[in-house]
Nanobody, 116 residues
């Protein structure tokens, strides 16, 4: 089992920045990839960014050039640096980990609100 705890959400004005953190505990050596998802009210949960164990990254088109995903394997923590935030980035952001057996683990989510 892997436990995930997100932090760093909050309220920010458009154009501002936030950094989200996702701390992993438990069987962290089994984690293959980690990712950030978000879900806005009335919308489906969507992939924001993904980072592999070797730090290869994938981004949603809507956040390319504004968001940066990183991971510190020694600290078992993943980050999402969000710059140039827009009101449409408002959502609950979730951390997800996938292990080598393809089991998935989710955090509880952290709210990000961007005011115009």
């Amino acid at each position: 089992q892997v436990q995930l705890v997100e932090s760093g959400g909050g309220l920010v004005q458009a154009g501002g920045s936030l950094r989200l953190s996702c701390a992993a505990s438990g069987r962290t050596a089994s984690v293959r990839s980690m990712s950030w998802y978000r879900q806005a009210p009335g919308k489906q949960r969507e992939l924001v960014a993904l980072i592999s164990q070797s730090s290869n990254t994938v981004y949603a088109d809507s956040v390319k050039g504004r968001f940066t995903i990183t991971r510190d394997n020694a600290e078992n923590t993943m980050y999402l640096q969000m710059n140039s935030l827009k009101p449409e980035d408002t959502a609950v952001y979730y951390c997800k980990a996938r292990d080598f057996a393809s089991a998935e683990y989710w955090g509880q989510g952290t709210q990000v609100t961007v005011s115009s």
